[in-house]
């Protein structure tokens, strides 16, 4: 079977890549879309310098895991105050980039009602207006720098949902990949985003729609992150360290652009809306589970995962739960207030949502696994 990859995103990587970002933009007139620490970081000034005459303005209100009730104001102010702006620079992690890309996409009245109400549709649609996006990401997991979607949350009681809004038009132009910009992140979003690389990168591998190049980016990205991750969290500041996370997460990124996501983060999407998880946990507390799931069901796929991890294959899932335990995360669904019973609901219902559908042993929560799978499960 032939395989077809599509990315078209011009990427500029390596520590100080930020000051090739006057020659992105190419003298357009620009508005940076950015997280509120922007300013005491430094990093807005940074920017102002660097864009000269060619910034428009700045707008740091995006906030984490934006949804509609915050997103409507500043969507509505910025095309009313930007409409002519030639450009959108997405500066942040992965919820500064999804804001970023909402904002890009414009509607005939203006109004965020308007994209919400296609979005509910669910059908693909073509943008009124849209302005182009460069993204620059200051964290090492989201991937969004590579890829075209973005993640609007309703959180109106009653009527709590997810929406994906990923259309030809929101990948990003370029991405400028910078690991200076992360040096001085917090162990707690390091974490979070370098785990979110991890799922990525597993969950591109036991996914549908895989194929031998984002098989490529997957194994590299996902071995990556297992030997570096767990070092950078002694040695937060490594600037060798980040550029090797921020590679990762640029690889994982790259490999699920094609595929999308799968069971562990169908899983996420339950467990950060009803039960507050941050993100990169809540796709990765349960990749040990998943792979027990995924192992045995295609001899292909169990080829290409066990170049990712040393050892035989049916310790792998041992291997992930040790792992993700000495970083501080519990493999547990218990953990997290979820009881044993919800957990099974939970996965159930994950397996049928739309990223559910992609991976590659789709049974029953209350079917025995597979029995590679359940060998997997015993030796540990």
């Given at each position: 079977?032939?395989?077809?990859?599509?990315?078209?995103?011009?990427?500029?990587?390596?520590?100080?890549?930020?000051?090739?970002?006057?020659?992105?933009?190419?003298?357009?007139?620009?508005?940076?879309?950015?997280?509120?620490?922007?300013?005491?970081?430094?990093?807005?000034?940074?920017?102002?310098l660097?864009?000269?005459?060619?910034?428009?303005?700045?707008?740091?209100?995006?906030?984490?895991n934006?949804?509609?009730?915050?997103?409507?104001?500043?969507?509505?102010?910025?095309?009313?105050?930007?409409?002519?702006?030639?450009l959108?620079?997405?500066?942040?992690g992965?919820?500064?980039?999804?804001?970023?890309?909402?904002?890009?996409?414009?509607?005939?009245?203006?109004?965020f009602?308007?994209?919400?109400?296609?979005?509910?549709?669910?059908?693909?649609?073509?943008?009124?207006?849209?302005?182009?996006?460069i993204?620059?990401?200051?964290?090492?997991?989201?991937?969004?720098?590579?890829?075209?979607?973005?993640?609007?949350?309703?959180?109106?009681p009653?009527?709590?949902?997810?929406?994906?809004?990923?259309?030809?038009?929101?990948?990003?132009?370029?991405?400028?990949?910078?690991?200076?910009?992360?040096?001085?992140?917090?162990?707690?979003?390091?974490?979070a985003?370098?785990?979110?690389?991890?799922?990525?990168s597993?969950?591109?591998?036991?996914?549908?729609?895989?194929?031998?190049?984002?098989?490529?980016?997957?194994?590299?990205?996902?071995?990556?992150?297992?030997?570096?991750?767990?070092?950078l969290?002694?040695?937060?500041?490594?600037?060798?360290?980040?550029?090797?996370?921020?590679?990762a997460?640029?690889?994982?990124?790259?490999?699920?652009?094609?595929?999308?996501?799968?069971?562990?983060?169908?899983?996420?999407?339950?467990m950060?809306?009803?039960?507050?998880?941050?993100?990169?946990?809540?796709?990765?507390?349960?990749?040990?589970?998943?792979?027990?799931?995924?192992?045995?069901?295609?001899?292909?796929?169990?080829?290409?995962?066990?170049?990712?991890?040393?050892?035989?294959?049916?310790?792998?899932?041992?291997?992930?739960?040790?792992?993700l335990?000495?970083?501080?995360?519990?493999?547990?669904?218990?953990?997290?207030?979820?009881?044993?019973?919800?957990?099974?609901?939970?996965?159930?219902?994950?397996?049928?949502?739309?990223?559910?559908?992609?991976?590659?042993?789709?049974?029953?929560?209350?079917?025995?696994?597979?029995?590679?799978?359940?060998?997997?499960?015993?030796?540990?």
């Open positions: 079977m032939n395989a077809n990859y599509h990315n078209p995103v011009s990427i500029t990587f390596g520590a100080g890549a930020l000051s090739a970002l006057p020659g992105v933009v190419a003298g357009r007139k620009a508005v940076v879309v950015t997280f509120p620490e922007a300013e005491a970081l430094g990093l807005a000034n940074r920017l102002k660097l864009l000269g005459d060619s910034l428009l303005g700045i707008e740091a209100g995006t906030v984490p934006p949804d509609i009730a915050n997103l409507t104001a500043l969507y509505e102010h910025f095309w009313k105050h930007y409409a002519k702006a030639e959108v620079i997405g500066v942040g992965g919820s500064a980039l999804d804001t970023a890309k909402a904002l890009i996409v414009g509607t005939a009245n203006g109004k009602a308007e994209l919400v109400e296609l979005l509910a549709a669910g059908k693909p649609f073509k943008p009124a207006r849209v302005k182009p996006l993204a620059i990401p200051t964290t090492a997991g989201t991937g969004s720098e590579v890829t075209p979607w973005a993640t609007v949350w309703d959180r109106t009653g009527a709590q949902k997810k929406y994906s809004l990923h259309l030809p038009e929101t990948w990003p132009e370029a991405a400028v990949v910078d690991p200076e910009l992360a040096v001085s992140l917090p162990a707690e979003p390091t974490l985003a370098g785990l979110d690389a991890l799922s990525h597993l969950e591109a591998i036991w996914n549908v729609n895989c194929n031998p190049i984002s098989d490529t980016f997957a194994i590299s990205a996902a071995r990556e992150v297992l030997s570096a991750l767990p070092h969290m002694q040695n937060l500041g490594n600037l060798a360290l980040r550029r090797r996370m921020a590679l997460a640029l690889k994982a990124g790259l490999a699920f652009s094609n595929t999308k996501t799968a069971l562990a983060h169908s899983i996420s999407y339950d950060t809306l009803n039960h507050g998880l941050p993100h990169g946990i809540a796709c990765s507390f349960t990749l040990p589970m998943v792979l027990r799931r995924a192992l045995g069901a295609d001899p292909i796929r169990d080829a290409v995962l066990a170049q990712v991890f040393d050892g035989p294959l049916r310790d792998a899932p041992v291997q992930l739960d040790r792992f335990e000495k970083l501080g995360v519990s493999t547990d669904f218990t953990a997290y207030g979820v009881a044993q019973d919800e957990s099974e609901r939970m996965i159930a219902a994950a397996l049928d949502g739309v990223r559910g559908k992609n991976f590659i042993a789709r049974v029953p929560a209350s079917a025995p696994p597979p029995a590679a799978a359940q060998e997997a499960k015993e030796a540990s």
